[in-house]
């Protein structure tokens, strides 16, 4: 009717007499339509929530689909075959081009809601991994210290030492510090010193300010500081805190008892604690390490190395 | 100090909040619990307390835990003294907290005389920076890095003497033995810690609003 009307009225206003292609266009125009009807709530729903893919196919969408892919499909065909010009070269050239362009049109959308949903779903899969990585990860530490736990439930200290084992574990999981102590020299001092905290079951607060990755005299000065803290945690008093600094020129470590102290002078010369494991191996890498104590006051170590970035001779 | 100090706990653990009550020393007087933000913010309206020991996550209100507490009180007239209190000592908490205008913030491994210390230092309206506070602030700061601000009025860096005071806290020392080590008064070190206390709430250092707006404040 529409078109009886169009073509009256093209014929009463002199207009030109529309060629042949006509009909097939509107077909594909309305089977294009048809194709993409389904669609049309589904964007809405999409756009409401993005991480679920909701089902398309009702029976009445499924006609629609069909019937619109069999009125495009029928245009697209006539025109394959419709002899526009005479020459053959053009001719394939054109219908290739369109008939490539029809179907993407006319297919395009239903691409795209696939890629979507493919990548839902892949989201999806992930976030299931990460539950099930996290449940495992609980079970293998959390649940396992619980048990271990239970059973020493009589001994206050082992239950401390594996409680505060347990705490740093999972703090270190769920801050993500997923650098290693090659990385970074506050991860190196932070493990060196938990090393100690559990081989004596004494808490040692470490704080770090600046960082770097860690080279051959940053080690050195780490594997003081370790010895340090262990004297501390050995011969002193909590609080015992240990705080590290990384300069541009230098890197200091301070490591401080609460007491009892003593008189660094008069240490027996065949303890190589201090003298050895601390000061010689600090100087070794042109460092200085000192450490300040009275008989009854705190003790602190003051360890310090230089560092050599400028010209980057700095030895890993 | 003849009179107690008044104290609302907030936290969600009924053990933790009866840990803190017994571990308080003989100077402070607890007046109010709160579980959850409506409770705290309900607790400190009837007990107009002279400071607050506050946990930094909470259940209840917008989802901010002790940021909605904060929000909420401050704005009121004569608003109590805020300490804050965590298991975590994740930078972002730290800051976010501060920032938001706690006076101090401590850890739940802190001892009792010492958080007994903490309160009452809190309510004379002086900051209280743990060790690990300190270190954050010296690395907001840029410290390591060799800023140093040249007048008192620059915001977004410390003076040679606030970073002087921050390392020794750092490193573990006590006002008393930072005012024993640098050769000034106690009260000279608290001055200047509320300088820094200032500074870390009112500077716009990008480091400091990067970790505040993990937490969603600026």
């Not at chain 1, 795209?112 to 992930?126: G, S, T």
């Not at chain 2, 004569?78 to 994740?90: I, M, N, Q």
């Amino acid at each position: 009717m529409l078109l009886a009307a169009v073509s009256l009225a093209a014929s009463r206003y002199g207009w030109p007499r529309p060629g042949p292609w006509v009909v097939p266009l509107l077909a594909y125009i309305i089977g294009t339509a048809l194709v993409w009807s389904p669609l049309d709530s589904a964007s809405v729903e999409d756009a409401l929530r993005p991480e679920v893919v909701v089902g398309l196919f009702s029976r009445d969408h499924w006609a629609r689909v069909l019937v619109g892919l069999g009125l495009a499909i029928s245009s697209m065909a006539w025109f394959a075959r419709w002899p526009f010009t005479d020459q053959p070269v053009v001719r394939v050239v054109v219908d290739i081009g369109t008939l490539i362009l029809a179907a993407v049109l006319l297919l395009g959308p239903w691409l795209l809601r696939l890629a979507r949903q493919v990548r839902v779903e892949r989201a999806e899969r992930i976030r299931e991994f990460e539950r099930a990585e996290i449940a495992a990860h609980l079970h293998d530490s959390v649940l396992q210290t619980l048990t271990l736990i239970r059973k020493n439930a009589d001994d206050p200290a082992a239950v401390a030492t594996l409680a505060r084992a347990q705490e740093r574990d999972l703090r270190g999981y769920l801050y993500q510090d997923r650098r290693t102590a090659e990385e970074s020299v506050a991860v190196a001092l932070a493990s060196a010193i938990s090393a100690v905290e559990d081989s004596h079951a004494v808490v040692i607060e470490v704080v770090s300010v600046g960082d770097a990755p860690t080279d051959k005299r940053l080690r050195a000065a780490v594997a003081a500081a370790k010895e340090a803290a262990s004297n501390a945690a050995k011969h002193g008093e909590s609080p015992i805190s240990v705080y590290a600094e990384l300069s541009s020129d230098r890197y200091e470590i301070f490591v401080r008892d609460s007491g009892p102290g003593f008189n660094p002078k008069r240490i027996p010369a065949d303890r190589l604690g201090i003298r050895e494991s601390i000061i010689g191996r600090v100087e070794r890498h042109g460092g200085t390490a000192a450490v300040t104590s009275k008989k009854g006051e705190a003790t602190e170590v003051h360890i310090s190395v230089p560092r050599r970035t400028d010209n980057g001779k700095a030895g890993r | 100090m003849s009179e107690k100090v008044r104290v609302v706990i907030v936290d969600d653990h009924d053990v933790i909040r009866v840990g803190v009550k017994q571990s308080l020393g003989d100077g402070v007087e607890v007046v109010g619990e709160g579980r959850d933000v409506e409770t705290a913010i309900e607790a400190i309206a009837t007990a107009k307390p002279d400071v607050v020991i506050l946990d930094v996550h909470l259940p209840g209100g917008i989802g901010g835990g002790a940021l909605d507490v904060l929000d909420a009180c401050l704005k009121k007239s004569d608003p109590p003294r805020f300490l804050a209190l965590s298991v975590s000592d994740a930078a972002e908490d730290v800051v976010a907290v501060v920032r938001a205008g706690a006076r101090g913030y401590v850890t739940k491994s802190i001892s009792g005389p010492e958080l007994t210390d903490a309160v009452v230092r809190v309510a004379q309206d002086d900051a209280v920076f743990s060790p690990r506070l300190a270190g954050f602030v010296l690395d907001a700061f840029g410290a390591s890095a060799g800023d140093i601000a040249v007048a008192d009025e620059d915001l977004d860096k410390l003076t040679a003497r606030e970073q002087e005071v921050m390392r020794l806290i750092a490193r573990g020392y006590s006002y008393r033995e930072v005012g024993e080590k640098l050769f000034i008064s106690i009260k000279t070190v608290e001055t200047h810690v509320s300088a820094v206390l200032r500074k870390l709430q009112l500077s716009s250092r990008h480091e400091l609003a990067h970790w505040a707006a993990q937490r969603r404040i600026v």
